[in-house]
């Protein structure tokens, strides 16, 4: 799997909401899905999935995708950060029927380490049924940006105040030691294509 990760500042939700809506239903060769939104921060964020790298690029050069492209940037308030990576793991399938989406980027120190407890993470799926669907996409400098899908954000933020078994808090917190740099985006009214 290929992923493209769009971040860049606001200047108009509505018109990126509608622009989002009319080309929602645009398809390309490999195109598996993306999932964004405008953020609690008003930063729009995308994270648009691929086969491979090869169909990605053929996409982004086709007349059809950069007059769409041509057609968002309008509505930033700036340049876009583009970032990609064909390093992706996705034991869960996000969802386009998740009600709310929050996405983390950070730096880890530690890389074996991660995966490790991200493993182990596993074994408590069934204690957050609100999360619906997880993606890490590994970039340069160990650096990670996360998307976890959620059933709504009511469920999610109740999820997050449960009382969890000591083995995970431990585990939890051990995750923690790992990341630095870390930057959470709260997308309440996720997009989908």
């Known amino acids: 799997m290929f992923v493209q990760i769009i971040r860049a500042k606001v200047a108009d939700a509505d018109g990126i909401n509608s622009a989002w809506q009319e080309q929602r239903d645009a ?46 940037e309008k509505m930033l308030a700036g340049p876009a950060e583009f970032l990609e990576s064909e390093d992706v793991d996705m034991p869960k399938e996000g969802s386009g029927d998740a009600g709310f989406v929050q996405m983390m980027r950070a730096t880890v120190k530690d890389r074996k380490a991660y995966e490790a407890i ?4 596993d074994q408590f799926a069934g204690l957050r049924p609100d999360l619906i669907g997880h993606m890490t996409v590994w970039l340069p400098g160990n650096r990670i940006h996360i ?3 959620f059933t709504t954000e009511a ?14 808090q431990a585990l939890f917190a051990e995750w923690q030691s790992l990341c630095s740099d870390v930057e959470w985006f709260d997308i309440s009214a996720p997009l989908y294509a």
């Open 155 to 168: 469920e999610a933020r109740a999820g997050e105040k449960k009382e969890m078994p000591a083995e995970m």
């Open 118 to 121: 991200e493993e182990k993470f």
């Open 27 to 72: 398809t390309a060769e490999g195109f598996l899905g993306a999932t964004g939104g405008i953020t609690t921060k008003g930063e729009l964020l995308i994270a648009a999935r691929f086969e491979n790298r090869e169909l990605a690029m053929k996409n982004s050069a086709s007349e059809e995708q950069t007059a769409r492209w041509n057609q968002l």
């Open 147 to 149: 998307v976890d899908w």
